[in-house]
């Protein structure tokens, strides 16, 4: 009795709450792939669990995915006299560092601090890809001026980021 309030104590305690159904579900999926490996001598593969259960394919993935444990970032995945690798190592995005995003506020408030002919020519330029003399067209100016305004703006802005 005391193991059973155990459970259910950290079952509703959990920091990740399975529903009731995905939970019966996932031990129909696993009674399944008992009895199809003890059938055919092999485990059998998410689609013909899911066709022995009448259920779709993704709903087994879903369910076996839903009772495993949860696993720390910081779990050691590998060791090697000492060194060791974690499971954070292993899904990092090299793209999206702290440094990235410290880069990414600076532009933004460099950004904030031109004028709007400034953010308009930059905008047409760099996000749009048109060309200085589509640029001069659009705005109203000739190239010449366009060129000089985007040099300024880019000096601008990369002395307003390293300030």
Known sequence: MIAGELRRFLRDHSALRVSRSMRDTAYRVLQAKEKLTAETGREPDMETIAKTLDIPRQEVVFALEAICDPVSLYEPVYSDAGESACVMDQIGDPRNTDEHWLEQIALEEAMRRLTAREKRIL????YDGHTQMEVA?????SQAQVSRLE???IRQIKKNISA
Do not use: H, M
Not at 123 to 126: D, E, N, P, Q, V
């Open 151 to 153: 040099k300024n703006a």
């Open 137 to 141: 067209k659009e705005v109203g100016i």
């Open 123 to 126: 905008s047409l330029r760099f």
